[in-house]
């Protein structure tokens, strides 16, 4: 029978939530699989809304440290297993501690960013040898999360199929038309909105005004701003609601609820995914531009239809675009999703891939 070990995963935050989201959902998961778990993080500020269990102190067997507080690891038992979330470096001090006092050295992982495309499966589990630094000699091993048996999987909770059966979309828009007022009654068609500043969104804009169905549920931070950027700019506003800052069981439930979801990022594409409702996806913009070829690799493994493809050309384009943003075919776009997701379904999950990887002290393919 397997026993609980305890991991170290380290999180910087950059400029949006994504990384510390997903570091979460996984220390989490790894709490239900009976782990114990260090985040080390560099702004937990978000984990006020985003995980109200820290703030209120029922977080058992996950601890939150400041990322400074790596540098003096001596008094601290010394993890199983390491874990560098998307491209972070340890602190030097906190290794050369670890080098200095195992007497073996940890299950050290190196977790990427998720992506379809082609290369990902030759590089996950790879070996990365130290070349220098205290930990000369000693090895990482990349994980990749993906979309099929031969990279590490996605995050999924183990009750999450449950969690869904269980879930009363009614009761849960009813309990929102307290906040919004009886206008949203008459409002058939609820769509989400959690994105950066995308081309189209002027365009959306325009398009759900003309419509006596839709209702805009506009989550906060970039998204609220990026609308009411647009707004100017749109004759007739449409029908729309600003959302406070959820928690992420919340946020499932608002994905859950609505018939359309627009998700941005890594954790929130995730998350729409086991929805299994229409979506549409921003990608996270590269200076670059390796972003677009990024998003056709997702777009070919998700078998999207034509008019999906449209749609994410025209909303993820680089800047204002003179093609119009084709109107959302959502039965389509529903079956799509249905089929993706009973697809991911059948793989493991990511926290059973680096799970089975600590027991084996390398990670493998999924499945």
Same mark, same amino acid.
């Given at each position: 029978? &397997?026993?609980?070990?305890?991991?170290? #995963?380290?999180?910087?935050?950059?400029?949006?939530?994504?990384?510390?989201?997903?570091?979460?959902?996984?220390?989490?998961?790894?709490?239900?699989?009976?782990?114990?778990?260090?985040?080390?993080?560099?702004?937990?500020?978000? $984990?006020?809304?985003?995980?109200?269990?820290?703030?209120?102190?029922?977080?058992?067997?996950?601890?939150?440290?400041? *990322?400074?507080?790596?540098?003096?690891?001596? +008094?601290?038992?010394?993890?199983? @297993?390491?874990?560098?979330?998307?491209?972070?470096?340890?602190?030097?001090?906190? @290794? %050369? &501690?670890?080098?200095?006092?195992?007497?073996?050295?940890?299950?050290?992982?190196?977790?990427?960013?998720?992506? =379809?495309?082609?290369? @990902?499966?030759?590089? &996950?589990?790879?070996?990365?040898?130290?070349?220098?630094?205290?930990?000369?000699?000693?090895?990482?091993?990349?994980?990749?999360?993906?979309? +099929?048996?031969?990279?590490?999987?996605?995050?999924?909770?183990?009750?999450?199929?449950?969690?869904?059966?269980?879930?009363?979309?009614?009761?849960?828009?009813?309990?929102?038309?307290?906040?919004?007022?009886?206008? %949203? $009654?008459?409002?058939?068609?609820?769509?989400?909105?959690?994105?950066?500043?995308?081309?189209?969104?002027?365009?959306?804009?325009?398009?759900?005004?003309?419509?006596?169905?839709?209702?805009?549920? @506009?989550?906060?931070?970039?998204?609220?701003?990026?609308? !009411?950027?647009?707004?100017?700019?749109?004759?007739?506003?449409?029908?729309?609601?600003?959302?406070?800052?959820?928690? !992420?069981?919340?946020?499932?439930?608002?994905?859950?609820?609505?018939?359309?979801?627009?998700?941005?990022?890594?954790?929130?594409?995730?998350?729409?995914?086991?929805?299994?409702?229409?979506?549409? *996806?921003? #990608?996270?913009?590269?200076?670059?531009?390796?972003?677009?070829?990024?998003?056709?690799?997702?777009?070919?493994?998700?078998?999207?239809?034509?008019?999906?493809?449209?749609?994410?050309?025209? *909303?993820?384009?680089?800047?204002?675009?003179?093609?119009?943003?084709?109107?959302?075919?959502?039965?389509?776009?529903?079956? +799509? =999703?249905?089929?993706?997701?009973?697809?991911?379904?059948?793989?493991?999950? $990511?926290?059973?891939?680096?799970?089975?990887?600590?027991?084996?002290?390398?990670?493998?393919?999924?499945?």
């Amino acid at each position: 029978m &397997h026993q609980g070990q305890l991991w170290d #995963i380290f999180c910087t935050v950059i400029d949006n939530h994504g990384d510390l989201g997903v570091c979460w959902r996984l220390a989490r998961q790894l709490r239900e699989a009976g782990e114990q778990v260090r985040l080390w993080v560099d702004d937990a500020s978000a $984990l006020a809304w985003m995980a109200p269990e820290v703030a209120q102190g029922q977080s058992a067997d996950i601890e939150v440290r400041p *990322w400074a507080q790596a540098s003096d690891a001596s +008094t601290l038992a010394p993890a199983a @297993v390491w874990i560098e979330a998307f491209g972070c470096a340890l602190p030097e001090a906190f @290794v %050369a &501690h670890g080098v200095a006092t195992r007497a073996q050295p940890p299950l050290w992982i190196n977790l990427e960013y998720l992506s =379809a495309e082609d290369w @990902v499966p030759r590089m &996950h589990g790879l070996p990365s040898p130290v070349m220098s630094g205290p930990a000369k000699g000693w090895t990482k091993h990349f994980v990749y999360p993906g979309f +099929t048996p031969d990279t590490g999987g996605l995050l999924r909770e183990a009750d999450l199929s449950a969690r869904q059966q269980a879930f009363d979309r009614p009761a849960w828009r009813a309990q929102q038309l307290d906040a919004m007022g009886p206008a %949203a $009654l008459s409002r058939r068609r609820w769509i989400s909105l959690f994105c950066y500043e995308p081309a189209g969104l002027p365009q959306l804009l325009a398009q759900l005004a003309s419509s006596a169905d839709d209702l805009l549920l @506009v989550t906060p931070g970039r998204p609220l701003a990026a609308v !009411q950027q647009a707004l100017k700019g749109v004759a007739q506003p449409p029908h729309w609601q600003a959302l406070p800052y959820c928690a !992420q069981d919340d946020f499932d439930a608002l994905l859950w609820a609505c018939d359309l979801n627009f998700v941005r990022g890594e954790d929130s594409l995730a998350r729409a995914l086991w929805a299994g409702r229409p979506f549409v *996806w921003q #990608i996270y913009p590269q200076s670059d531009g390796a972003h677009h070829a990024k998003l056709d690799a997702f777009l070919h493994w998700l078998d999207a239809p034509a008019s999906l493809r449209a749609f994410h050309a025209a *909303w993820n384009a680089d800047g204002p675009d003179e093609r119009p943003l084709p109107p959302p075919d959502l039965p389509a776009w529903a079956a +799509t =999703a249905q089929a993706a997701r009973q697809r991911l379904l059948a793989l493991p999950d $990511l926290a059973s891939t680096l799970l089975r990887a600590a027991q084996d002290g390398a990670p493998g393919e999924t499945g």
